[in-house]
């Protein structure tokens, strides 16, 4: 007769855990319920769609907050140049008004496109341009980010709720002096930061234009 060279799970009891291990027999503190074993998992699983939602909205949340832009030309030499790309804050002017001096990216009111220029004058403000000088509301102001003076004449007064906006190479620009005045609700937001290419980062410098309030 073959005898089992092992113990007959019927009638067997032991005390020993290694041999209840080397029989198939678990002591009662190894043994889990399914709902105990499933456990693990779903916390994985809920870390993970906790995870994707908290990058989701960060993603979204920088992106309302700042945009980036790429410099499409020549129209604000020298101050911005062709192929440079820019941070724009987009809620400066949720904020804030515009002032002289700020540069700003806006939506062109005749087309679909997206502009950079730069602030001169405000709503109620009258601006000239005359013998290569601009002037805002008597004042002549300085300018030394422009690439050249103005070779156009002109006057403007601003309406309210529009502003006067003109590109830094003056005589190579598509802005207020040709096509009028900027709506503010046109407006993007403010360029805060050129961040490519490497060797050209830094802030966009903004030159505010103190001048009396007009009237």
Known sequence: MAVAD???QKNQTTDDPQLGQMTGQYSPEEQ???NEIEQPTKLVVREIIETLL???FIFWLVNS???RYRIDGSSMNPTLQ???YLIINNITYLLNDPERGDVIVFKH???DLNLIKRV???PGDSVEAKDGTIWVNGTAINEPYISAPPSYNGSWEVPEGNYFVLGDNRNNSSDSHSWGFLPMDHIIGDAELIYWPPSDW???LHYPHELDQPG
């Open 6 to 8: 092992y113990p007959s």
């Open 202 to 204: 830094g802030r966009v």
């Open 65 to 67: 907050l700042i945009g």
């Open 120 to 122: 001169i004058g405000l």
């Open 32 to 34: 889990h319920s399914p």
């Open 109 to 111: 009111p005749r087309s």
């Open 82 to 84: 062709d192929s440079q």
């Open 54 to 56: 908290l990058t989701f």
